[in-house]
């Protein structure tokens, strides 16, 4: 079982930026492809961004392409979602998940609870 905990979270002004973190409990988590999702209100979980379990491939959704940067530190069993140039469409609840051995467009096996971002215009 691999526990998941995002942070970073909150309310920005549109065209802001935000940094979101998610720390990983697993020890072999260099084994685990990385990905964030969203969901917003009255709509489905979708998919953001995500990045290899090797670390040299990521995706992203095009409404977020050369907005939002996805990284990864393996050292410190950490993942990262930068997301500049907010827009009030990206309010949501962030969610971070894992799948071992995964490519970049992440099937995810574990979530984690998921931190609110609100972009006000």
């Known amino acids: 079982q691999v526990q998941l905990v995002e942070s970073g979270g909150g309310l920005v002004q549109a065209g802001g930026s935000l940094g979101l973190s998610c720390a990983a409990s697993e020890r072999t988590f260099i084994s685990y492809a990385m990905g964030w999702f969203r969901q917003a209100p009255g709509k489905e979980r979708e998919f953001v961004a995500g990045i290899s379990w090797t670390g040299g491939r990521t995706d992203y959704v095009d409404s977020v392409k050369g907005r939002f940067t996805i990284s990864r530190d393996n050292d410190k069993k950490m993942g990262y979602l930068q997301m500049n140039s907010l827009k009030p469409e990206d309010t949501a609840v962030y969610y971070c998940?894992?799948?071992?051995?995964?490519?970049?467009?992440?099937?995810?096996?574990?979530w984690g609870q998921g931190t609110q971002v609100t972009v006000s215009s």
């Open positions: 998940a894992v799948q071992r051995y995964g490519g970049p467009r992440v099937q995810p096996a574990y």
